[in-house]
């Protein structure tokens, strides 16, 4: 059993930064895919990033990101903390939503993580 708990949630300004943690525990996750999903008010929980792509392509391993923070968000980990980290820059107004961690197979499909955050709120204002 894996248990994660997101961290650094707050308001910011259009153009500013946050960084966002997930702390593991119960079992070491330096094995297993880190990935951040988000949902806004009355939407659907959608991908932001996994730090190992598990799809079989040519990326497989690497970082992938979606299409609308590519370039802004950068994924990482510290295994020694069993930590994993979204760090977000330029933010937009429309980044605003509630972040998860998940930790699981590496997809972008919410179904392919077996554990998952209770959500820190990111609110972006213009």
């Known amino acids: 059993q894996v248990h994660l708990v997101e961290s650094g949630g707050g308001l910011v300004q259009a153009g500013g930064s946050l960084r966002l943690s997930c702390a593991a525990s119960g079992r070491s996750v330096s094995s297993v895919a880190m990935g951040w999903f988000r949902q806004a008010l009355g939407k659907e929980r959608e991908f932001v990033a996994v730090?190992?792509?598990?799809?079989?392509?040519?990326?497989?391993?690497?970082?992938h990101y979606a299409d609308s923070v590519k370039g802004r968000f950068t994924i990482s980990r510290d295994n020694a903390k069993n930590t994993s980290y979204l760090q977000m820059n330029s933010l937009k107004p429309a980044d605003t939503a509630v972040y998860y961690c998940?930790?699981?197979?590496?997809?972008?499909?919410?179904?392919?993580?077996?554990?998952w955050g209770q959500g820190t709120q990111v609110t972006v204002s213009s």
């Open positions: 998940a930790a699981g197979s590496g997809s972008s499909s919410t179904w392919s993580y077996d554990y």
């Open positions: 730090d190992m792509w598990g799809d079989g392509s040519t990326h497989y391993g690497s970082p």
